[in-house]
């Protein structure tokens, strides 16, 4: 049956949960909690910043090295089309920025290329994603959206 079961009017009410569980059902069962998670990754957990067509507004470089992460801080203003060049000069690293939807790997010679619009402003951490040693807890960094001025 495969874990489906059609309602047909002869059941008349009889215990469909219970049939359903004892015909093969409970086969299907880690199938259907599998194909669930893997919704759930497809369509995504977290937040994902937009990103935009035409030209950047800015562009920022940062370089990713045991264990550090240059700039540590990188300002961009509010509304602004950002592209960020980040690059690697020894092993494989990563970006992750959870707050803006960022998760990209960064390999030795082949720099990433991340492009966002840059929303809401604050302070959004910045981390490598990828264990790179004993001193990957200390790659750490953080991304502002500095807010827009209001002039009138």
């Known amino acids: 049956m495969n874990g489906f ?5 002869a059941d008349n009410g ?16 880690p199938a259907l909690m599998l194909g669930t ?6 369509i995504g957990c977290g937040k994902k910043t937009p990103g935009y067509a035409g030209p950047p507004d800015t562009v920022r470089q940062i370089i990713m090295k045991k264990w550090e992460i240059d700039p540590k801080r990188v300002e961009v203003p509010q509304g602004a089309r950002v592209e960020l060049v980040v690059t ?12 803006l939807g960022i998760r990209e790997p960064v390999q030795p010679e082949h720099p990433a290329v991340i492009r966002f619009l840059a929303q809401t402003p604050g302070v959004y951490p910045m981390s490598c994603s990828v264990l790179c040693g004993r001193g990957h807890n200390q790659m750490t960094g953080e991304i502002v959206i500095t807010a827009r001025s209001s002039s009138k």
């Open 37 to 42: 998670g893997l919704l759930v990754l497809m």
């Open 88 to 99: 690697s000069t020894d092993v494989e690293h990563g970006i992750d920025v959870p707050g």
């Open 5 to 9: 079961r059609i309602w047909a009017a």
């Open 14 to 29: 009889a215990d469909l949960h219970s049939k359903w569980l004892c015909g093969g059902g409970a086969k299907a069962a």
